[in-house]
Structure formats: structure tokens, C-alpha cells
């Protein structure tokens, strides 16, 4: 594809409800990060994937947040229980690789999606 | 984590150059200083990375004086489809992954 993909663009669901958001990165990227960006705020880092380690999942706010990435490729990412505070635009962006400037990590652009605009009400 | 400052906001007129200055103090010998675009309702886009001294695009410069300790964007003749919002960012090593993307800076091109 021509860029990252995310689906749906818009989301609303019912507080309590379960949500998935879908990311296809570009083909080939192995590194894969999901941000956070509340209304009028900068974004948040939620979770990190690169090519088959184990992800980084250090910016996951609470235990009903959760991410899967299958084959090194599209990745999915559930909220468990919605709350209302979950409304935000989910972006998801993926880069040749992640880590390492000598792996051409840093050095490396990151492509964003549109986003995924999840309101829960 | 490297940490960064950049002012809230910035008006400009229209084919006057922009210069957004960004602060981090704590930067580490690997990281690298990246800036990023972003439109209402779209996802951040790439605009310029440097290491040290200047880097120049199509698109923007970026100046990093010795010490690295601050970066100035600068953005030749903006026009009204330049007003977005900037972030500067910096990271190594750690990848994107260790990086959180500020409120960045609203700069508004006017006429």
C-alpha cells in the first residue's frame, strides 16, 4: 500500500463496550508504534513492536488496553471496557526499523495513518 | 528521556520565514533531532531530521549549534497551508518508542 492504513476512521461506542482499531503498516516496515492524541494534546506512546521481539508495552495505560501484531504486519489494538476517558484519536505509524542508529533505527522516518477517532458515550 | 521545549503558539504572516526553536537540554549523545507536521484531523508528517550543524530540505531547515542543547526549525516564506502544529522531537537508540510527542507548537500563517 501507499501508507499506512487504520480502520475504522471514526468509532463510537457505548461505555463498557470492547473496541479494536486495525493498523496495516507499510510493507516491509518492521517497527510499529500506536500513540495516543487527546483533544488539543501532543501524543501519547502506548505500545511498540519490532519485527518478532517481544513489544514494548510500556505506555499502555491500564490492563484493558492490548495490542497484537500477526505476522509482522497488521496489528490490532482492543480496549476492554471502554470508558470515557478512552476517547482520543488512536494513530498508528510504522518505520523501516526501530531501534539502533546503527540499524538505521532513530534515523528512521515514521509514517503516520490518518487515525482512528474513538468517542465513547 | 531527552526532554523537549518548544513554544505554545506562533502567528506569521504569509511568505515571511518562520523560525520555531526547540530546548532540550538533557539530549544524549545518540539522539538524533527530528521535527514533525501536523494537520487537524491527519496524522504527523515527517519534515526534517539533523544530528548537528545544518540540514536542509526541500521543505525546511534545521540549525543545531555546537552543544546541541536547542534546534530551530525554520520554514522559508510560509504560506496559510503551513499553519499546523510542529513537534520537535529527540531520541537514539531508544527508538520512536521512547519518545512522546509534546503539545508542539501551533504556528497560524496569516494572510
Known amino acids: 500500500g501507499a501508507g499506512v492504513s487504520q480502520s475504522p476512521s471514526n468509532k463510537v461506542t457505548e461505555k463498557g463496550k470492547d473496541v479494536e482499531l486495525r493498523c496495516d503498516p507499510i510493507?516491509?516496515?518492521?517497527?510499529l508504534y500506536w500513540y495516543r492524541q487527546s483533544l488539543g494534546q501532543g501524543l501519547e506512546f502506548l505500545i511498540y513492536f519490532q519485527g518478532n521481539s517481544a513489544p514494548d508495552k510500556s505506555g499502555l495505560p491500564s490492563d484493558r488496553f492490548s495490542a497484537e501484531r500477526t505476522g509482522g504486519s497488521v496489528s490490532t489494538l482492543t480496549i476492554q471496557r471502554t470508558q470515557q476517558e478512552d476517547s482520543a484519536v488512536y494513530l498508528c505509524?510504522?518505520?523501516?526499523?526501530?531501534?539502533?542508529?546503527?540499524?538505521?533505527?532513530?534515523?528512521?522516518?515514521?509514517?503516520f495513518g490518518q487515525g482512528t477517532r474513538l468517542t465513547v458515550v | 528521556l531527552a526532554k523537549t521545549t518548544q513554544p505554545i503558539s506562533m502567528d506569521s504572516y504569509e511568505g515571511q520565514e518562520v523560525n520555531i526553536t526547540c530546548s532540550h537540554n538533557?539530549?544524549?549523545?545518540?539522539?538524533?533531532i527530528t521535527w514533525y507536521q501536523q494537520f487537524p484531523s491527519q496524522g504527523p508528517r515527517f519534515i526534517i531530521q539533523?544530528?548537528?550543524t545544518k540540514v536542509t530540505n526541500e521543505v525546511a531547515s534545521l540549525f543545531i549549534p555546537a552543544d546541541r542543547k536547542s534546534s530551530t526549525l525554520s520554514l522559508p516564506r510560509v504560506s496559510l497551508s503551513d499553519t499546523a502544529v510542529y513537534y520537535c522531537?529527540?531520541?537514539?537508540?531508544?527508538?520512536?518508542?521512547?519518545?512522546?510527542f509534546g503539545t508542539g507548537t501551533k504556528l497560524q500563517v496569516i494572510p
Open positions: 538533557n539530549i544524549a549523545t545518540n539522539d538524533y
Open positions: 510493507s516491509g516496515h518492521t517497527a
Open positions: 539533523g544530528y548537528k
Open positions: 522531537l529527540v531520541g537514539g537508540s531508544g527508538g520512536y518508542q521512547k519518545v512522546t
Open positions: 505509524a510504522s518505520s523501516l526499523a526501530g531501534t539502533g542508529v546503527s540499524s538505521g533505527g532513530w534515523g528512521t522516518e515514521a509514517f
